[in-house]
Nanobody, 121 residues
Framework: QVQLVESGGGLVQAGGSLRLSCAAS????????MGWYRQAPGKQREMVST???????NYADSVKGRFTISRDNAKNTVYLQMNSLKPEDTAVYYC???????????????WGQGTQVTVSS
């Protein structure tokens, strides 16, 4: 019953900012890694940024210095602050989380429905 719900996408001008949010809900025992991936038309899905429960972060080279990932463990929520947006950032952004639902469950990968980010020039 775990679900990831994303919000915050939209249309912005180049150089603008957006903040994406993703909240995990349902039966959750533990979340280690959360992250954001994106897929542009005709291209493969790529990792944008990930963050582990302890706070270490990872970014794609194309977004370093512009995007910041963060999380609120108490709310099971991950955020992506996107600044200095470029047209090439246009894509559907998907939330991902690696979740253990119970102490007796294995770990599973969960994905959100995706939110559209469009950057105009």
């Amino acid at each position: 019953q775990v679900q990831l719900v994303e919000s915050g996408g939209g249309l912005v001008q180049a150089g603008g900012s957006l903040r994406l949010s993703c909240a995990a809900s349902g039966s959750i025992f533990s979340i280690d890694t959360m992250g954001w991936y994106r897929q542009a038309p005709g291209k493969q899905r790529e990792m944008v940024s990930t963050i582990i429960s302890g706070g270490n972060t990872n970014y794609a080279d194309s977004v370093k210095g512009r995007f910041t990932i963060s999380r609120d463990n108490a709310k099971n929520t991950v955020y992506l602050q996107m600044n200095s947006l470029k047209p090439e950032d246009t894509a559907v952004y998907y939330c991902h989380a690696h979740i253990r639902r119970n102490h007796y469950d294995p770990w599973y990968n969960y994905w959100g429905q995706g939110t559209q980010v469009t950057v105009s020039s």
